[in-house]
């Protein structure tokens, strides 16, 4: 590791191995001397804010409140895949409609505690105006980790002990974060920062130095890279520049993830800041436009759908509501379409027989009872480009 400090930090001898080892301690956000923004990173930050723009736009044709129940599924699947779980799209729905799934439960319920810790974060933020804070990250962090593998490496507690990144043990680790008693100033300086204490950073742009700045303090000893994740999507719902967080980067990251990792360790031993943030906007365009793409794909699927159950005649109002649940949860029992729907077990397992006959659910365990209804043409349009 280099000796000297960079414009992201610098690098501090530690006492305790025998051997020793270095830790990195951030300089303060924001950037000193300040971002230098080359007509390509002004390109770059352009092209991103239109991107998240259209998504916004799109987005607002699809009932946000439903599309956000999907793409709060899919990134839970994608960010704990990062992580090393194998639990697919399916196997969470699957899970939550009946409890079940094709991988082991644990992993399943890694996902699904995901799931868990987004929605109390974007709950947290509507219901009491919050800004991102340190506690809130906790909370957050607490969610996402009880019952979860990790679970018993302090939920929802900033560290008390040195971890590392890589190796086995510091001493040969490929990243060390600040020690306990110098994690907590940068902790501070980062809420500061968010909170625009020293001035007015671009929402995107911000974003994007606090996600590195979150990865490199490194304050729980296990979640991090979840935390880090999700911190984008909140951020730009807190700032204003989405009304949901629509906007999950994990795909990206596990795509690249060398480049990732190597973009992220240049800031801290070169003070790369603006080759950081043109890999990460990179990443904001591409992301943002295939959610668009996605969300554009769902509306007409769902208007050729429904017309098609619109011409059942009689049978097309039982039909409607039963299939409305069905584009919701995407994985659905007959029990469970029937408390939500409003209509009876009879009536929602017709309904669902009559939707199967037109090709829109399929029955996806060939048993005789408790079976499982998917919308696998919904499913096939959030599943492209996840592998």
């Known amino acids: 590791m280099p000796a000297t400090a960079t414009r992201a930090g610098r690098w501090v001898r530690q006492q305790g191995e025998a051997e020793g080892f270095s830790a990195f301690l951030p300089a303060r956000l924001p ?9 390509e990173l002004q390109r770059l930050s352009e092209a991103a804010g239109r991107a998240i723009g259209r998504l916004e736009g799109v987005s607002a044709s699809l009932e946000p409140e439903r599309l956000l129940y999907m793409y709060v599924r899919k990134e839970a699947v994608l960010s704990s895949a990062i992580e090393g779980t194998q639990s697919t799209l399916t196997d969470l729905l699957r899970f939550e409609a009946a409890g079940v799934s094709g991988t082991p439960l644990n992993e399943v319920r890694e996902v699904s505690r995901y799931v868990a810790a987004l929605l109390h974060g974007i709950k947290r933020i509507r219901s009491s105006k919050l800004l991102l804070s340190l506690r809130l990250i906790r909370e957050i962090h607490g969610v996402l980790m009880t019952g979860a593998r990790g679970g018993n490496k302090a939920p929802g507690e900033f560290r008390r002990t040195q971890n590392w990144v890589g190796g086995t043990r510091p001493g040969n680790a490929r990243f060390v974060p600040p020690p306990p008693h ?94 950081w943030l043109q890999f990460y906007l990179i990443g904001v365009e591409a992301v943002a436009n295939q959610a668009a793409d996605t969300a554009t794909a769902l509306v007409a699927l769902f208007a050729r759908d429904g017309a098609r159950i619109q011409a059942l005649g009689r049978a097309a109002g039982s039909a409607l509501r039963v299939y409305d649940v069905l ?29 199967e006959d037109l090709g829109i659910a399929t029955e996806s365990t060939g048993r005789r009872r408790d079976r499982l209804y998917t919308y696998r043409k919904q499913l096939a349009i959030l599943d492209r480009g996840t592998m």
């Open 182 to 275: 110098d994690m907590h100033a940068a902790l501070d300086n980062l809420e500061r920062f968010l909170h625009d204490e020293y001035g007015f950073t671009a929402p995107v742009i911000k974003a994007g130095l606090a996600h590195a700045q979150f990865e490199t303090i490194h304050p729980f000893l296990d979640g991090n890279g979840r935390v880090g994740r999700l911190l984008v999507s909140l951020m730009l719902v807190v700032d204003g520049v989405l009304s949901q967080p629509f906007l999950y980067l994990s795909l990206y990251f596990k795509r690249h993830r060398a480049d990732y990792y190597d973009a992220l360790q240049r800031v801290r031993t070169h003070g790369a800041w603006e080759e």
């Open 327 to 355: 584009r919701r949860r995407i994985v659905v029992s007959i029990s469970g379409v029937a408390k939500e729907a409003l209509v009876t077990w009879p009536t929602a397992k017709a309904a669902l027989e009559r939707l």
């Open 31 to 39: 950037p000193d001397p300040p971002l230098q923004f080359t007509p």
